[in-house]
């Protein structure tokens, strides 16, 4: 008889934007007439750069002749691909060995597949409200979990604590859900505990490239020591407006070494090549060639452009509820909005209103953790009509 993962039965029934989704499909189904604006899951609207477009079908037509064929790649990714994250690294200030870069179909498998790497003795130090990758893929594989609190006191900001000795740390800046960025000093704090800790960092650095202020730290890297402790994922699906191309990369320190159960010392980079040469075929060549071209001078001309568009998204937002008094962190170096749902209504009750009444999608913030209960997060990836026309339904509902 095959034993199956009973961990899985501590999950939530269905993963958080599934949940969501359902909920306006009935929604749709039962008003067919309405404008349903969405500004839930974080999906962006630009389509891709016109140079990775180029680039994308050029890969496509190498495939077709044996002279430009490419069958299996390396399975960490090729090295036009590596050299391409280096230099965009470079560019501010972080450098990297190329057999540093992982080539990923995305963050969010990598976010999970990470947790192949740890013992299932480690103490897993998961910030609430958090992205639920981190705690369901923890879940999964049945590990020890402590919460540490985001609330408007820290700045949904958490700190390293006093009175947990944590192995492994997940820390998201820009920050999933809340849009909160943690500065230098604070991310000093947190390499200077790992350090003391022999702790791992997994830092999420998803939207670092809505970091607009050179003062605060896009990479980990920035801070020294970061290599003996940290392994950064990014994603291009924000950058390059890859979420439906997908690709993205890990970056594991060659200098990154921690001992396994029986004290050996082990290179964490060597395991991730081993687990991502066994486990990964590697991301496909075209794709790599479209994610190459991200990083074109071209390329990255025509993604900021993209970028500076929903940033004023963004702030359409933030003026649409400064209008009404509806408090709300974030929003300035990242494209969410983490608003504290109006009246003191809950998370699910403020997402039920929302939708019903004006027709918005949001996303609940308790969907994040316990400290998101009463809170509610809006993204700026839309359309700027749709962008306008949601906050003119927010101001004129709220504005009495
Ligand atoms: C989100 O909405 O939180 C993200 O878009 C989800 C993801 O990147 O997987």
Not at 208 to 232: H, M, N, Q, T
Not at 287 to 310: D, T, V
Not at 361 to 370: D, E, L, Q, S
Request: glycine share 10%.
């Amino acid at each position: 008889m095959a034993i199956v993962n009973g961990n899985y039965a501590n999950l939530k029934e269905s993963y958080l934007f599934a949940d969501i989704a359902n909920k306006v499909a009935a929604y749709a189904a039962a008003n067919p007439d309405k404008k349903i604006i969405r500004m839930g899951i974080g999906d962006v609207t630009m389509p891709l750069a016109r140079c990775v477009v180029d680039a994308l079908v050029k890969a496509s037509i190498d495939q077709g002749s044996a002279d430009t064929f490419h069958g299996y790649g390396p399975e960490q990714g090729y090295k036009f691909f590596q050299d391409a994250v280096a230099g965009y690294y470079a560019d501010f200030g972080v450098e990297l060995d190329a057999k540093e870069i992982f080539c990923s179909d995305g963050a969010k498998s990598d976010c999970g597949n990470l947790t192949d790497l740890f013992c299932n003795a480690d103490t897993i130090l998961i910030p609430d409200p958090v992205y639920p990758v981190y705690l369901d893929t923890n879940i999964m594989c049945g590990r020890n979990i402590k919460y540490m609190e985001g609330n408007p006191e820290n700045g949904f900001l958490p700190m390293p604590p006093k009175d947990i000795k944590a192995d492994v740390i997940y820390l998201c800046s820009p920050n999933n859900p809340t849009g909160a960025v943690y500065s230098k000093e604070q991310l000093e704090a947190w390499v200077a505990y790992a350090l003391e800790n022999d702790s791992v960092i997994l830092f999420d650095a998803a939207y670092e490239a809505f970091v607009s202020d050179p003062a605060v730290p896009r990479s980990i890297y920035l801070i020294p020591g970061a290599k003996k402790c940290a392994i950064e994922l990014c994603s291009l699906s924000k950058l390059g407006s890859f979420t439906g191309t997908r690709c993205g990369y890990t970056i594991v320190p060659l200098e990154l070494v921690r001992p396994d159960e029986q004290g050996n010392m082990m290179s964490l980079n060597k395991m991730w090549l081993r687990r991502q040469t066994t486990k990964y075929n590697g991301t496909s060549y075209i794709i790599q060639r479209g994610a190459e071209a991200i990083f074109s001078e071209e390329g990255l001309k025509q993604c900021r452009k993209n970028l500076a568009y929903y940033q004023e998204n963004a702030k359409i937002m933030m003026a649409g509820l400064d209008k009404v008094g509806i408090k709300y962190f974030g929003g300035v170096h990242s494209p969410y909005i983490w608003l504290q749902c109006p009246n003191g209504m809950g998370s699910w009750e403020f997402f039920d209103m929302l939708l019903e009444k004006f027709g918005i999608v949001g996303t609940p913030g308790a969907g994040f953790g316990k400290c998101g209960e009463g809170y509610f997060r809006l993204t700026a990836f839309g359309s700027r009509e749709n962008t306008i026309e949601a906050m003119e339904r927010i101001v004129a509902g709220f504005g009495k």
